[in-house]
């Protein structure tokens, strides 16, 4: 019954742990370059990334044209992100221990709560980032699935590579993780 509502759960502690102070948090550190061709347009954003993750400044332009440039939208959308990067998790680490149902989501909170990123004010860099994590746990546990249940293989084989390959255009933090696709097969 608790695994039908596990990620509304999911999105209450995120709630309660990273957005009451959302109203109140603004721009940090190295955001302000991100923030500054923002204002200036969407091919601004282009052209700031273009030498380094070409794609990034597409993506990010695109979701300034969505969020604008207020703070308070960047973060709202960090949170959904950072939740959606838990309930991605979580249907992976599913995926993976199918019986384990209490141990999963004590993995989940884990993985949710823990305060491995100091830098999580960060709304305009971070939700990228933890979109790019959520895509490729999505991938991880789709890929799972296909190996347990043989319908559709193809069709799911494709969502999969789908779900994965924008966060290899995007940037390039993440593509070791495709190491560990063996290990998680195993």
């Not at 597409?58 to 969505?66: A, D, M, Q």
């Not at 973060?75 to 959904?80: D, G, Q, S, V």
Request: charged residues 10%; proline residues 4%.
């Amino acid at each position: 019954m608790i695994i039908r509502f596990f990620p509304l759960i999911l999105f209450a502690i995120s709630v309660l742990a990273y957005g009451t102070l959302v109203p109140w948090l603004g721009y940090y550190e190295d955001e302000w370059g991100g923030v500054y061709n923002m204002m200036i347009g969407q091919n601004a954003l282009i052209e700031w990334q273009k030498t380094d993750r070409p794609f990034a400044g597409i993506v990010w332009g695109y979701f300034s044209l969505i969020l604008g440039s207020k703070p308070l939208a960047w973060h709202l959308f960090a949170l959904l992100t950072k939740w959606f990067c838990a309930t991605t998790f979580w249907l992976m680490v599913r995926a993976i221990w199918p019986r384990n149902v209490q141990a999963t989501a004590a993995i989940a909170l884990l993985f949710l709560l823990y305060p491995g990123i100091l830098q999580e004010s960060r709304a305009f860099i971070f939700s990228f980032i933890w979109l790019q994590l959520a895509l490729i746990f999505l991938s991880f546990s789709i890929m799972v699935r296909v190996v347990r249940e043989s319908k559709y293989r193809f069709t799911f084989f494709v969502i999969s590579l789908l779900c994965v390959s924008p966060t290899w255009l995007v940037s390039e933090y993440f593509i070791g993780l495709e190491l560990l696709r063996p290990f998680v097969l195993w």
